[in-house]
C-alpha cells in the first residue's frame, strides 16, 4: 500500500472551473509538498505545507494534520494548467530531513 | 541560470555499461537529494546528501548504484553494469530551508 494516496488519477475539466486535488497519508510527517510536472520532465514545487493553508496566485493549499489529509485548489483554471501534480510527504524522523515520498500524481487536463 | 542543473540530459546506453549522471545544485543549498522516475510513476527517493555527508540511503539503491558529493557542492550518481531496469529519469533537487528544487532530470534508456 503506498504511503500517499492521490485522488482523482486523472482529472479532466473545462476551463474556468474549480479544481481539487486531494491528497491523503498514512504517517506522521513533518511537512508536505506539491508538485507541478510538466511533459518533458521538469518539477516545480508549488507549495511546502506543515500546518493551515497556504495562497500563491490562484493556487490554494491546505493541509488537515489530524485527518492526514491534504488539498490543492486551483481557481479560474487554465489550459497552461494543465500537467501533473504530485503530493510528496517528508516523514517524520526525528533526525533531520528525510527524502520524500511520493504519492503517483494527478494528471490534469484543461480543455479550452 | 541558477537553477539546479544536471547532466547529460538524456543517456542512451548498452546494457553491462557504466553511466555516470552529474547535478549541480543551487550554490549555497546544503541538501541535495537523488529520485527516480518511471513512466507513470511518482519519483522515488535514492539518497540524501547534507553537505558532503551520505545521510541516507533508500533500499533501492542497490550494489551497483554509488553517490558522491566530493565537495558539499556538485553530486553524481554513477550506475554501474546497468541493466534494463535502470531505465527511467533520474531527478536531482537541492534545498536549504525545506522547499525542494528540481532539476530538469536525466533521463536513462539501457537497449
Known amino acids: 500500500k503506498n504511503e500517499v494516496e492521490q485522488s482523482p488519477q486523472n482529472l479532466t475539466a473545462q476551463e474556468g472551473e474549480f479544481i481539487t486535488i486531494n491528497c491523503s497519508y498514512s504517517v506522521g510527517i513533518s511537512a508536505l509538498h506539491w508538485l507541478q510536472q510538466h511533459p518533458g520532465g521538469g518539477i516545480v514545487s508549488l507549495f511546502m505545507?506543515?500546518?493551515g493553508k497556504k495562497k500563491h496566485g490562484r493556487l490554494i493549499a491546505t493541509i488537515n494534520i489530524q485527518e492526514k489529509h491534504s488539498s490543492l485548489h486551483i481557481t479560474a483554471s487554465h489550459p497552461r494548467d494543465s500537467a501533473v501534480y504530485i503530493c510528496?510527504?517528508?516523514?517524520?524522523?526525528?533526525?533531520?530531513?528525510?527524502?520524500?515520498?511520493f504519492g503517483k500524481g494527478t494528471h490534469l487536463i484543461i480543455q479550452p | 541560470d541558477t537553477g539546479v542543473s544536471q547532466d547529460p540530459r538524456h543517456k542512451i546506453t548498452k546494457r553491462g555499461q557504466n553511466v555516470t549522471f552529474r547535478c549541480d545544485p543551487i550554490s549555497e543549498h546544503n541538501r541535495l537529494y537523488w529520485y527516480r522516475q518511471t513512466l507513470g510513476q511518482g519519483p522515488e527517493f535514492l539518497t540524501y546528501f547534507q553537505n558532503e555527508a551520505q545521510l541516507e540511503k533508500s533500499r533501492l539503491l542497490s550494489d551497483r548504484f554509488s553517490a558522491e558529493r566530493p565537495k558539499g557542492s556538485f553530486s553524481t550518481l554513477e550506475i554501474q553494469r546497468t541493466e534494463q531496469g535502470d531505465s527511467a529519469m533520474y531527478l536531482c533537487?537541492?534545498?536549504?530551508?525545506?522547499?525542494?528544487?528540481f532539476g530538469e532530470g536525466s533521463r536513462l534508456t539501457v537497449l
Open positions: 510528496a510527504v517528508a516523514m517524520y524522523s526525528g533526525g533531520g530531513a528525510d527524502g520524500l515520498t
Open positions: 533537487a537541492s534545498s536549504r530551508y525545506g522547499e525542494l528544487f
Open positions: 505545507l506543515s500546518s
